[in-house]
């Protein structure tokens, strides 16, 4: 049995920063323990503490996953409407690099940008394990079964709260005890722990919580949904197995020979397929729970419950149907594709991606600065990386390439009758490469001149954002109101369908949604990868169902057709083979990702894993000429920024002064 301390913190926490006032460090915390666990009603409230411990997921102020992956760019200058200096924290990691004196997005000690100390949240969910039974002083009223789900979920919360600090950092080190105020020598010594170690403590004890975690189905439905359910743990299992497996810890000898202070290899050696196998069965368990949930891609039936005026469950068409379908597999709370979701708040979020028509911008009297959004902008870079209407990239397109569209795709035209039904606002002359896009990057990118569906408008009156100086959502009085899209998009998906801003005054007039963390599609593509890491092409998971079936599921919503007749049909001849080998099968599965789960998070923790993101980032990052007045000053490729990528910006720093009060503690390799 784990020792018990009533006098507790950790190490880490102590050691590192004396002065931070999250230490609540106590002389004698007995008594406020014994509250604490003393019957079931104030025992919940800690596991809520627990809960609460978990990282932001949603708000673009501190979460790396929306703003700081490289797929979204705000302007450096701006400095109005919510931004108290420039840009959050999180991109200023992207666009000015990491440091050690004061890291950026410090979730190792809390600070500069971090939503939450994760370490304090660990130390949270210890102390509940260590108090919660009756042995050790629990609540006497609190019934056995309930006590068990409980255990479970906070060491599923303590196991995800390790993988969080474990994709940033690599090795951490593992804290399953709580380290008393009175330790001294050995027990002080807090070191990193190898990878492999890491990940096997990650699994075991996600493994320990899901025999006695419920499934959706044994949740409440008005007060449970958003805790850990078996799925969940499940499916951040096989996230953190495809994570080990991925190339950023498996064969990558960048980090050979790095030691800690005992020499100890921190970094796995060598290529080893094994993580892989390990990563299929984990993903194939995963997906057959959500399935066994109930869990299906989700296609809207209703267009969005009245969100486009007009359109319901009588009369959607496919086009409409496949469009609102993706918007709505984000934005529906709880919908049939959410494994997980949470319920922070989406105000800054939807604030940030939603458009303001020339109507709405043209009545900002009497707005505060912070009503204003507009900066959830993606890359000129990200929307080339959707697909063409084929389902393929736009660079391997037959069409993109003898009908001359790709050589001359920042070019301008108007729009045929054909787009401007759903896509282009008829009479908005707009860019070639927004035209014979997949419906993908319709649902998921705001455009100048494009139809934004919803509002509860008829598509005929739809709105659409006009990115030129001096209109709709363009650059106006960036210094006084602060948002406009840096790059000339606008990341369309994270707005609910019915979120819109008033015309007469401008406040945004949101539909809030819970927010997912997994979705079945993120499951069905990781599934994929690990078959086709295995085993290639033609390996089979438990349902005999090889990584094509699950593209195809996710591509089918949109319209597309299966992958291996899109590329065959629709490729240029020297790509028409691609999905046959395991190398060209992986690239589609990674632009799969890209595609599918664009602005939802994923990004940041992908290319990084994959260990492309020194490919990247180290070009250009492109937009539209925010100071165009007319469509030809503005559809001029404009570089935003030039950020700079190399081998040690994949894992983030450790404070210097951090480590010179915990003297066994090591730097990651290159800081």
């Not at 068409?317 to 709505?328: C, E, F, H, I």
């Not at 001359?408 to 054909?418: G, I, K, S, V, W």
């Not at 195809?552 to 691609?578: L, P």
Request: hydrophobic share 35%.
């Amino acid at each position: 049995m784990k020792r018990i301390y009533y006098l507790f913190t950790f190490i880490l926490l102590s050691a590192v920063s004396s002065c931070n006032k999250y230490l609540d460090i106590l002389p004698d915390d007995k008594p406020v323990l014994e509250d604490a666990f003393k019957d079931k009603y104030n025992a919940e409230k800690y596991l809520f503490t627990c809960y609460n411990s978990l990282p932001n997921v949603v708000n673009p102020t501190n979460t790396l996953g929306i703003s700081g992956g490289g797929d979204i760019i705000y302007s450096e200058k701006n400095t109005g409407g919510g931004f108290s200096a420039g840009p959050p924290a999180t991109q200023m990691a992207f666009l000015k690099g990491n440091n050690v004196a004061n890291p950026y997005v410090n979730f190792w000690d809390g600070a500069n940008g971090a939503s939450r100390n994760i370490w304090q949240g660990i130390r949270h969910c210890n102390v509940f394990l260590n108090h919660i039974r009756v042995e050790d002083g629990g609540p006497r009223d609190l019934d056995e079964s309930t006590r068990d789900k409980w255990i479970a979920e906070v060491k599923a919360i303590k196991a995800y709260l390790h993988l969080y600090l474990f994709q940033l950092y690599g090795p951490i080190p593992i804290m399953d005890e709580v380290i008393p105020i009175s330790a001294k020598g050995e027990e002080l010594e807090i070191y990193r722990e190898p990878v492999d170690k890491v990940v096997d403590y990650i699994v075991q004890t996600l493994d320990e919580a899901i025999e006695n975690l419920p499934t959706i189905g044994e949740l409440d439905i008005v007060s449970e949904y958003g805790r850990f359910t078996k799925t969940i743990a499940l499916s951040v299992k096989a996230k953190t197995l495809v994570l080990a497996a991925s190339p950023l810890f498996n064969n990558n000898n960048n980090y050979n020979g790095f030691k800690d202070k005992r020499g100890i290899e921190l970094f796995p050696v060598g290529d080893s397929k094994a993580r892989w196998e390990r990563a299929l069965a984990a993903c194939d368990a995963a997906v057959r729970a959500a399935e066994e949930d109930g869990a299906v891609i989700m296609v809207t039936t209703d267009g969005g419950n009245n969100a486009i005026r007009g359109i319901n469950s009588t009369n959607i068409n496919d086009t409409t149907k496949a469009m609102v379908s993706l918007r709505q597999a984000v934005t529906a709370s709880w919908n049939p594709e959410v494994i997980w979701a949470v319920n922070e708040s989406t105000t800054v979020l939807q604030r940030w991606a939603t458009m303001l028509s020339n109507d709405e911008y043209f009545n900002l009297a009497g707005s505060a600065g912070s009503d204003i959004g507009q900066r959830q902008s993606p890359t000129l870079n990200v929307v080339e990386m959707f697909y063409s209407s084929k389902g393929v990239p736009i660079e391997e397109d037959s069409d993109w390439e003898t009908k001359g569209w790709y050589q001359n795709r920042y070019n301008t035209q108007l729009p045929d009758a054909e787009h401007s039904k759903y896509f282009i606002k008829e009479g908005q002359e707009t860019a070639v490469l927004h035209f014979n896009r997949c419906l993908r990057f319709y649902a998921s990118v705001g455009f100048d001149g494009g139809i934004w569906e919803g509002r509860e408008k008829p598509l005929s009156e739809a709105s659409f954002p006009n990115m030129m100086r001096h209109f709709g959502s363009g650059f106006k009085h960036s210094e006084a109101y602060g948002g406009y899209p840096f790059s000339g998009y606008l990341a369309k998906k994270l707005s609910h369908l019915k979120t819109t801003y008033t015309e007469t005054r401008i406040t945004l007039m949101r539909e809030d949604y819970s927010f997912p963390v997994i979705r079945l599609a993120d499951m069905y593509l990781l599934l994929a990868e690990s078959l086709n890491e295995v085993g290639g092409p033609t390996q089979m998971d438990s349902h005999g169902h090889n990584a094509f079936y699950y593209l195809d599921v996710i591509r089918a919503r949109v319209g597309m057709e299966g992958v291996v007749d899109s590329w065959n049909k629709y490729a240029s001849a020297r790509f028409k083979s691609k999905p046959s080998t395991e190398g060209g099968l992986r690239q589609i599965i990674r632009r799969e990702r890209m595609n599918e789960l664009a602005f939802e998070g994923h990004f940041y923790y992908d290319v990084r894993r994959w260990l492309m993101a020194e490919e990247m980032f180290n070009r250009p990052i492109l937009g539209w000429n925010k100071d165009g007045e007319n469509k030809a000053d503005f559809y001029n490729v404009r570089v935003l920024a030039q950020p700079r990528f190399s081998m040690k910006d994949y894992l983030m720093p450790i404070r210097t002064n951090t480590l010179l009060q915990s003297k066994t503690l090591v730097q990651n390799p290159g800081w």
